[in-house]
């Protein structure tokens, strides 16, 4: 996988397209920290692969949800309390 500094994008588009060419995928850095994925597609497969990288973004918020959930207590719920909490705060947005 490759790297290109956020500021380089500008006048680096062989750069980019030799990247992507070899690794298939170019991490754009800001401030030299990972802030961008690029990713070569196929025209044949794009739907494919948007669907593919919306599923794999969905199951990581997901996962952040599972963790704050378990670190905030929420994750013990009866279904009882969590009915209240909603039905508590339905009434507080009357």
Known sequence: MG???LREL????????????RDGSVIV???G?????????DEADF???IIDLRRVRAKRA???MQRKSASSGTSDLTM???DAE???DRAAKR
């Open 3 to 5: 790297f290109l500094a």
């Open 10 to 21: 500008r006048g680096s588009t062989s750069r980019i397209d030799q990247i992507l060419e």
């Open 29 to 31: 850095t800001n401030n």
């Open 33 to 41: 920290k990972p802030a961008y994925l690029m990713v070569g597609i």
């Open 47 to 49: 739907e494919d692969t």
């Open 62 to 64: 997901v996962a952040r």
């Open 80 to 82: 009882d309390e969590i």
């Open 86 to 88: 909603i039905a508590a």
